[in-house]
């Protein structure tokens, strides 16, 4: 079974930073892809951001490219946030996969997942 566990968010005014980080058993890093969705109220589970632990490749929705980085160090998985926008209030999740890449990181493209932590940005 794989395990998957969020940790880092919480509330922000705008403009500050967050760093996510998401932890899981070794299995799920095993050259696994580690994707971050979130999803607001009201709204649709999105992709935030995806690395390939095959390639090493990353991939970022335009809402947050040059905002986010997301790395992968050992067994932990990170999404730095820089330049916080209301609008990136959300419930943030990290889930694992073999791998991603253009095309193939959306939520449905994801069987292993955590619970989620909430991030809240004020203006």
């Known amino acids: 079974q794989v395990q998957v566990e969020e940790s880092g968010g919480g509330s922000v005014q705008a403009g500050e930073s967050l760093r996510l980080s998401c932890t899981g058993s070794?299995?799920?890093?095993?050259?696994?892809?580690m994707g971050w969705f979130r999803q607001s109220a009201g709204k649709l589970r999105e992709g935030v951001a995806c690395v390939s632990g095959m390639t090493g490749k990353t991939y970022y929705a335009d809402s947050v490219k040059g905002r986010a980085t997301i790395s992968l160090d050992k067994d932990t998985a990170y999404l730095q946030m820089n330049a916080l926008e209301p609008e990136d209030t959300a419930m943030y999740y990290c889930a694992v996969e073999r791998d991603c890449y253009p095309g193939r990181w959306g939520p449905d493209d994801f069987r292993y997942w955590g619970q989620g932590t909430q991030v809240t940005v004020s203006s």
């Open positions: 070794a299995l799920a890093f095993d050259d696994s892809a």
